[in-house]
């Protein structure tokens, strides 16, 4: 009986690690697609063929939403401006950085894109996601066209989960991560220690 109250214990603390490991997620757009498990795989995740659809976004005061799992990151955005990308186009010199930044609070965080003028409307681009929360660098994507008006985008869905409610510009606000980063690890670190204990008592 204690035997098993401990093993549930032990995979209870387990899967909360398994959900601390969430990484992050792209939540509006909705990225080409997401896997825990491949998220790590350059360039967009395990997700290597571009949507058959493109989502339409703004040239100007354009965004992606992401949901963060790890409280404290660094992020930078490329575009590639290519129509149907494949991984071996995802060099540096055909990407160009439209954000970069970092963040110090967990879930939902809205990343402001900065094209510069002389990207046209109606111009294919690839949107790659490059996040750092501390575990290895991980991969979303989305296949986009940019307009002028893009009506069925919704400025709405960018929100910061701090409560600040402007699009920080595409500054570079990793000064306070790198504390709460290790604080963070040092507690993941910790359940998993204890995790191993309970499971090497039941042995
Ligand atoms: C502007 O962006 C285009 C495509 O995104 C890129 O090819 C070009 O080098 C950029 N120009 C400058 C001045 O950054
Ligand atoms: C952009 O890609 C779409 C397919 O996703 C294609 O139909 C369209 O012709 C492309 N636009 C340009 C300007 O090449
Ligand atoms: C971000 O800010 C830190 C601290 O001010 C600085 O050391 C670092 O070079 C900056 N990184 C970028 C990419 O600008
Ligand atoms: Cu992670």
């Given at each position: 009986m204690t035997n098993r109250l401990l093993s549930l214990l032990a995979i209870t603390l387990i899967s909360m690690q398994s959900i601390a490991l969430a990484h992050f997620t792209m939540t509006y757009p909705s990225s080409r697609g997401f896997d825990t498990l491949k998220e790590p795989l350059a360039p967009c995740g395990g997700y290597d063929t571009p949507t058959a659809e493109r989502?339409?976004?703004?040239?100007?005061?354009?965004?992606?939403?992401?949901?963060?799992?790890?409280?404290?990151y660094t992020f930078v955005v490329y575009a590639l401006l290519k129509?149907?990308?494949?991984?071996?186009?995802?060099?540096?010199s055909n990407l160009v950085q439209v954000a970069q930044g970092g963040r110090s609070y967990p879930e939902g965080a809205c990343?402001?894109?900065?094209f510069n003028e002389s990207v046209q409307p109606n111009t294919n681009v690839t949107l790659q996601v490059v996040y750092n929360g501390g575990d290895g660098l991980l991969y979303q994507?989305?296949?986009?066209?940019?307009?002028?008006?893009a009506p069925s985008f919704?400025?709405?869905?960018?929100?910061?989960?701090?409560?600040?409610?402007e699009p920080t510009p595409s500054g570079n606000q990793s000064d306070t991560a790198p504390n709460q980063g290790s604080s963070l690890r040092i507690a993941y670190g910790f359940t998993f220690i204890i995790a191993v204990f309970i499971s090497f008592l039941l042995v």
């Amino acid at each position: 009986m204690t035997n098993r109250l401990l093993s549930l214990l032990a995979i209870t603390l387990i899967s909360m690690q398994s959900i601390a490991l969430a990484h992050f997620t792209m939540t509006y757009p909705s990225s080409r697609g997401f896997d825990t498990l491949k998220e790590p795989l350059a360039p967009c995740g395990g997700y290597d063929t571009p949507t058959a659809e493109r989502v339409q976004m703004p040239l100007k005061s354009s965004f992606i939403q992401i949901d963060s799992g790890h409280t404290a990151y660094t992020f930078v955005v490329y575009a590639l401006l290519k129509n149907d990308p494949v991984n071996p186009d995802f060099i540096p010199s055909n990407l160009v950085q439209v954000a970069q930044g970092g963040r110090s609070y967990p879930e939902g965080a809205c990343l402001p894109l900065t094209f510069n003028e002389s990207v046209q409307p109606n111009t294919n681009v690839t949107l790659q996601v490059v996040y750092n929360g501390g575990d290895g660098l991980l991969y979303q994507c989305v296949d986009a066209v940019l307009v002028d008006s893009a009506p069925s985008f919704d400025a709405s869905k960018c929100v910061n989960a701090d409560g600040s409610n402007e699009p920080t510009p595409s500054g570079n606000q990793s000064d306070t991560a790198p504390n709460q980063g290790s604080s963070l690890r040092i507690a993941y670190g910790f359940t998993f220690i204890i995790a191993v204990f309970i499971s090497f008592l039941l042995v």
